[in-house]
């Protein structure tokens, strides 16, 4: 054998030794051959999936207490403050908080007592934001109360509210950025719910603390009849009605019920009397946001007047946005005028 012809053998004895060795390891030999390696036949995952939605918080999942409740609003202030706020602002029958609910934010409306302090003014006894923190947590949990937040008001969740105008709205005992930390926690006893948010901020360092008794608004005005509609109608051509939605949506409360009852007379009493139904918000949140709600409420009010029998050929509805105040958006007296719902004649 000539000396190229042994070398041309021991290469392909040294190359069949290789893919010999491949095959027993489960190599790129082996899997070639159709191994079954679950490297080569597992399906690719999917893509970009989403995580799932996290379920809302519901507050029957707090146990009810079973401690004896001080009067509403059970705390007192810390030894050697007192409040910074006025009367007026303390204290409210009834007005709207945000607060987190698990991981977002929440509107609750009831029953509301605040208070605010300065926790390193020099003339009063002085607090650390986590004793001031922790004081009202020990309290709150000796009451059977239990934490409910999950999370901070971070860019992300504030945005998935809709953002810092929206939330703005009634943003009292809140802080959001550096040195910020708030807490919810509830509290239930007899069918009675008990939010309180504990907070506190930096710049100068101060604690705030929210109470809120969740109950709906006992009405105060009574609302236009039919025959109040009319005359209006007959005389300026429109009427504005105050109906009540969910906060920030465009759902009908159930105590809405009567006021569409009388414009379903109206409309019942006059067969040719045709309506543009029109929403129009305040000035809070984004003009686009406001007008989009305002659009959804006016055509809220022109489906359930459908659904009592109204032809639909005698509506139509429109939203206005902010863009029509009746009054001064700088009082909460004005900006509750100027959420409203008109009736015009067509």
Known sequence: MSPN???????LSLLAAFCV?????G???AGNAGSGSSAETAPAGPANVPPPRQPDFDPVTVPESTATLPPFPFFKAPDGQESVLGEGDRNADFDREHMIAGNKIVAIEGKVARSMYSLDATDLRRYTAIAFQRNYENAILALGGVKISKTAYTDDVVDAFGGRELLDKHYHGTCAGIDCDNNTYLLRQGNQEYWVQVSTGAIPLHGYIVVLQREGMKQSVGFLSASAMKKALDADGRVALHINFDVDKATLRPDAQPLLEEINKLLNADPKLKLSIEGHTDNHGTAAH???LSTARARSVLGALIGLGIDPSRLQSRGFGQGQPVADNGSEAGRAK???VELVKQ
């Open 5 to 11: 012809a042994a070398l041309r053998l021991l290469c």
């Open 21 to 25: 060795a491949a095959c027993d390891r």
């Open 27 to 29: 190599g790129p030999a």
């Open 290 to 292: 406001n007008q989009q």
């Open 338 to 340: 100027n959420r409203r």
